[in-house]
């Protein structure tokens, strides 16, 4: 059965939880279908967006399989299995079985135009911003677009030809093989090891091309390319994306299919909860001065930049819900919120290692104006006056502070108007 016709059988069979969407289309106007999952699909709710992308090379179709057997697999076991039921109620899940339809249907890596999807994405030392062109190719410019709309908080790209899961970054600005760390070079590597651990014999020590590195290398220490897509993910949509190597074989024969989707599933569902979960997760609102009858002060979710000490990597709350998914490596760190107008807030947490994540909410208060606010040297057409705000003892006590400074002609003295 064709691609397209299995998913929209698929969420006939399974609309409950599933929803099928056209991201845009590829150069040659196929269809890039996404397949949401999830107890509300299509409903906006404050939980955490991650995808799986497969095909991205034409010729490397086994993220097709992976990902539409996944889904299956979720629509037959969300009722009974508990990593099904937390991933369907508590993510949205975003599964993009092929990237490349023109690629795969000619059966050639590149898509119909001959451009590697993999090298086409606005590259950090070409244009810092990395933001689109508009020269990308159609494919690329889908997978921008819908990601930079969507907000994801992870994303897992399927590719052939090893066994490894590979991070950033994957560029260097010689072009030189060595490892290059992100600022998130811990987390990453968490990250990859937790798929790599989690799968049936990717972090086997017998590997021959990765033989003492756990299933996992960094993408410029095993061979830098400039436009990967998983660097622009996390530095432009701020998306924490692992490129997955399945099959050493590419275009495997179906008939092992099976077994690399019994391979992949535990590693799948690890680091779909471990992503999106597993960190920091919470809310943050401001305090209003709307005072709800027996509910105290209003409080309404903002965006805000909130990020961790240490490490220069920023996510944003979402100004709907206020919630915010920040993937972390188990340990201690300081949660640092900021949001203009309000003072900055901070919070220690400690990140535990059995992937349960910190829930850590916070709430925002604008500083109270002081009882004085004196702005000295105003001038309106050569008048200078001195504004006090405030009353009562707030008042007496800004005209005392302006004796004070006119009578010791100090740097906050009120100019004489000249004559």
């Known amino acids: 059965m064709p691609m397209q016709d299995h998913l929209k059988e698929f969420v006939t069979r399974c609309s409950s939880i599933s929803r099928l969407k056209s991201i845009g289309k590829s150069t040659k106007g196929f269809n890039i279908w996404a397949l949401e999952i999830s107890d509300k699909p299509g409903r906006g709710e404050p939980e955490p967006h991650v995808k799986l992308v497969g095909n991205l090379h034409g010729d490397e179709p086994t993220g097709r399989a992976l990902t ?26 975003w599964l993009v079985p092929s990237m490349n339809p023109d690629g795969f249907t000619a059966r050639k890596r590149e898509n119909i135009n001959g451009k590697d999807l993999n090298r086409n994405f606005p590259d950090r ?14 494919e690329t410019a889908v997978m921008m677009k819908w990601s930079l709309t969507q907000h994801f908080v992870a994303s897992l790209a399927f590719h052939e030809g090893a066994l490894v899961a590979n991070y950033p970054f994957d560029g260097t600005a010689d072009k030189e093989t060595r490892y290059e760390a992100c600022p998130d070079d811990e987390t990453f590597k968490y990250l990859a090891s937790t798929y790599a651990k989690s799968h049936a014999n990717m972090s086997v020590a017998d590997s021959e091309e990765f033989p003492n590195g ?3 290398t960094n993408g410029a220490a095993w061979y830098p390319i400039q436009g990967s897509m998983q660097d622009w993910n996390y530095l432009r949509a701020g998306c924490m994306e692992v490129t997955l190597e399945v099959s050493g074989l590419k275009w495997p024969p179906e008939s092992v299919l099976p077994q690399l989707f019994k391979d992949n599933l535990p590693a799948m569902l690890e680091y779909i909860k471990i992503a999106a979960l597993g960190g920091v997760r919470g809310k943050v609102v401001v305090e209003s001065n709307t005072v709800r009858k027996d509910k105290g002060k209003e409080m309404h979710p903002v965006e805000a930049n909130v990020t961790i000490e240490g490490i220069d990597f920023v996510v944003r709350s979402n100004s709907v819900f206020g919630d915010f998914y920040r993937p972390l490596a188990p340990g201690k760190y300081t949660v640092v919120v900021r949001r203009e ?3 900055t807030a901070r919070s220690n947490i400690t990140v535990p290692v059995d992937g349960t994540g910190v829930i850590r909410d916070f709430v925002l208060r604008q500083k109270k104006p002081s009882s004085i606010d004196v702005i000295l040297s105003l001038e309106t057409q050569r008048q200078h006056n001195l504004v006090l705000i405030g009353s009562g003892i707030g008042i007496m006590w800004g005209l005392w502070i302006m004796h004070r400074q006119m009578t010791h002609r100090s740097m906050y003295s009120v100019r004489q108007r000249s004559m």
């Not at 539409?68 to 369907?88: F, Q, T």
């Not at 030392?125 to 159609?138: L, N, Q, R």
């Open 125 to 138: 030392f070409i244009d810092p911003s990395m933001e689109p062109t508009g020269e990308e190719e159609a």
């Open 214 to 216: 756990g299933g996992i």
């Open 68 to 93: 539409m057997a996944l889904a299956e697999w979720l629509c037959k076991n969300y009722e009974s299995d508990a990593d099904a039921k937390r991933i369907v109620n508590d993510v949205h899940l």
């Open 341 to 343: 107008g309000y003072p």
